[in-house]
């Protein structure tokens, strides 16, 4: 079979605190839900529950942490925030597009990271903050 089966499909997911709907689209032009809030020309998914699950739990804001199920309406392209500086060859399935994502559903029940994972991720994004390294690549 091959890796390009149509039978198979890329599933994509948005972690946010955004209380949003089935249908709902997730376009640029809105604030980011990290660091300094800039409004972004792209928007981004992850094809990974783990790095969604990262972005509920970093997400800025007061409302709970969401992880949306999401369907790309254009192309999707490597996120260069993590795969260029963090991680080659993109093992977290990070992505980016100029065009919206559609939620199609939201994943009702997942297990967040241990308490003194999110401590050890904040503490490590507080020292790229420090050291100027915290920009988004936009």
Known sequence: MSVADSR???QFFHGT??????????????KSNYGDRKILSWVYCTGTLDAAIWGAELAVGSGPERIYVV?????VIDDPNLTDKKFPG??????????PLRVIGEVAKWQGHSPDQLRQMREGLERLKAEGLAQIID
């Open 8 to 10: 198979f499909r890329q």
């Open 17 to 30: 605190r955004a209380d949003l709907q089935h249908g709902d689209l997730i376009a640029v032009g809105f």
């Open 71 to 75: 369907d790309p309406t254009g192309e």
């Open 90 to 99: 993109n093992p977290t399935r990070s992505y980016r597009s100029r065009d």
